[in-house]
Every structure is written in C-alpha cells, then in structure tokens.
C-alpha cells in the first residue's frame, strides 16, 4: 500500500510545517503592520501547499517518496513566498514536523485513525487563517481529494497503509526539546506511548494483552 503513503505524508507534514512557520512568524509581532505581513506570508505558503496543481501531482499515488526527496519538496512550498530558510533551519523545520507526525501516528490505537489525524490537521488550517475564503476552498478541494482517495480502502488496506508510514519513520528518532519536556520522548529519541497514570485506550472491539479465557470441556 505504499502507493497511497505519499498524500497522507504530503498533507501532514505539510499542515505540521503551517504550524511552526505561523508560530515563528507571529512571535514579536505586536505592530498591526508587522502581524498584517507575516499573515500575508502564510497564507502565501499554505496557499502553494494546497495549490490544485500540486495537489494533483500527490495525489497520483506515487510510491512511498524519500526522505531526501521529500525534504525537498517541502523546501520548495516553504519557499513560495518572500520569506526563505537557511539550510539549518529547513534541516531544523523538517525534523520537527517529522517527529510530531510520527508521534500522532504512533498513538493510534486502529489504522483507519490516519483520515482522521488527516482531517484534524486540515480543519486546523482554517484557524491559522481564519474567515478566508481562498484558504477554504483550498482546504475544500484537499478534503474532497483526501475522502475520494482513501474511501475505497478496506480493513487491510488500511493496516498496510499504516504499517507503510511506520516503515517510513522506522529509523527517524530524532530528540525533541518539547516532546521530551512533556515526557513524552526519552533522551534516545524513542517516544513514552504509554503514560502509567492513565489507562491503554484499546481498539474497538479489542481485549487487554494478556486476557485469559478458560473454556468449558465439552461432555463426550
């Protein structure tokens, strides 16, 4: 299944990079004129993010991309407005969006969960440019994408996919000053899925590890 592992990719990491792009550029802008300029620039990027022609060419399910590949892709819709990244902080961006979606990935408990991680990321958008007509239909047309795309998958299509994206990040451990200050990612880069003050949410249907059943021996 690793030729629909490219749009979930795409549409995650990219909407993780709004985030830490919105949050750097909002920080310190307290003049109207400065705030007004670092909207216009994300709206910019979030619109070349979810440009149709973009979108078209993720979604034609191409296999699973490179990491290489894939950072540069992302440097190239980071850079689509005025504002542009040195080599460090791109390295920077992109490991950070990497591990936030792994961890998102990780925490789930069925693999039909990546639409909806997929569809909270997006419906997200809305709020970083708010009451924008252009930014809703573009989110619009990546909803619709995403749903006629992912629609015809079944339950193993879906456990394929997710075990593609797991594969994908098998060996990105790369340590997280945020993640490891909530607890949530050790000093080796391996991340805490399991807080001991809270119960396992199980799968629908599911049954704690370990259950024993004892069955009735049948009469002869």
Known sequence: MSSHAFP???????????????????????????REKSDKVVKEIMLGFLAKKTLDEVFKGHGTPTRVGLKMFFEKVAHCSIMRLNENSMDKLFDL????YKFALMK?????????????HLRALLDLVPLDKDIGA???HAYTMAFTFYRPLGPMGWFMLRNSLLVFFQDTR???????????QLPNGRFVL??????VQLMLGGEPVG????GKKSEA
Do not use: H, W
């Not at 969006?97 to 936030?100: I, K, L």
């Not at 790369?174 to 949530?184: G, H, N, P, Q, T």
């Open 97 to 100: 969006m990497m591990m936030s």
């Open 194 to 199: 399991f807080d001991k003050a809270s119960p």
């Open 138 to 140: 573009a989110v619009e």
């Open 8 to 34: 979930a990719l795409y549409l995650n990491l990219g909407v993780e990079m709004m985030y830490v792009l919105d949050q750097r550029l909002r920080v310190q802008k307290e003049r109207v004129e400065d």
């Open 174 to 184: 790369v340590k997280v000053s945020m993640f490891i200050k909530d607890c949530r």
């Open 108 to 120: 789930m408990t069925m693999p039909e969960q990546i639409m909806t991680i997929t569809v909270n």
């Open 211 to 214: 259950l024993t059943k004892v």
